[in-house]
């Protein structure tokens, strides 16, 4: 059984930054799917950022340009930086896996900017 653990959210002024990781454990293949959803207050859960397991990735417009999604294979680690946080970033962000036709998410973790 795999499971997610998110972690490093908090609260930050906006223009702050944040580095968000997700530890992974379970039996994982080498051909694998890591994406960042969040879910703001009131909202549906979005898409943010997809990385596959041959290091492609893809990004909601919204965060283009000022979040990068990394992943460190040996530590089976996915990391997500955020830079130039906006307020409307705020949200609980969650980390999700797709292998071998199955999804498994983590529990997640609050990310809150201030204005």
């Known amino acids: 059984q795999v499971q997610l653990a998110e972690s490093g959210g908090g609260l930050v002024q906006a223009g702050g930054s944040l580095r968000l990781s997700c530890i992974a454990s379970?039996?994982?293949?080498?051909?694998?799917?890591m994406h960042w959803y969040r879910q703001a207050p009131g909202k549906q859960r979005e898409f943010v950022a997809t990385i596959a397991s041959g290091g492609g990735t893809n990004y909601a417009d919204s965060v283009k340009g000022r979040f990068t999604i990394s992943g460190d294979n040996v530590k089976n680690t996915m990391y997500l930086q955020m830079n130039s946080l906006k307020p409307e970033d705020t949200a609980v962000y969650y980390c999700?896996?797709?292998?071998?036709?199955?999804?498994?998410w983590g529990q997640g973790t609050q990310v809150t900017v201030s204005s």
């Open positions: 379970g039996s994982i293949s080498r051909n694998y799917v």
């Open positions: 999700k896996l797709y292998d071998g036709g199955a999804s498994f």
